[in-house]
């Protein structure tokens, strides 16, 4: 399984910003999808995911309490990707964010894309 994160980059306090994921290898639609950030000197950690039981019915997603009504992660199950809108950005969200996959029954994320910046001036 591979992953490619992209759509990072360089903005303003309060401007939006969207991150895509696309993976490849093994079947999209059985993965639960997960966005981490890691800022300089911060440990890594969990801002987004979404969960998927088989139907659209069943998704779930989960925020960090930092991203909650400003980030909306979403997933296009026919392009195999996964999407992070980060609306109204702090320079506290600066860091590089990667997109993870977690197989069904996992207990962790099991595959990691390399990261992407994002920098978030005042």
């Known amino acids: 399984v591979q992953l490619q994160a992209y759509g990072g980059g360089l903005v303003q306090a309060g401007d939006s910003l969207r991150l895509s994921c696309s993976v490849s290898?093994?079947?999209?639609?059985?993965?639960?999808m997960g966005w981490f950030r890691q800022a300089p000197g911060k440990e890594r950690g969990l801002v987004a995911s979404?969960?998927?039981?088989?139907?659209?019915?069943?998704?779930?997603?989960y925020y960090a309490d930092s991203v909650k009504g400003r980030f909306t992660t979403s997933r296009d199950n026919a392009k195999n990707t996964v999407n992070l809108q980060m609306n109204s950005l702090k320079p506290e969200d600066t860091a590089v964010y990667y997109c993870a996959v977690r197989n069904r029954g996992s207990s962790g994320y099991d595959y990691w894309g390399q990261g992407t910046l994002v920098t978030v001036s005042s």
């Open positions: 979404i969960n998927w039981s088989g139907s659209w019915s069943g998704i779930t997603t």
């Open positions: 290898g093994g079947t999209f639609s059985n993965y639960n």
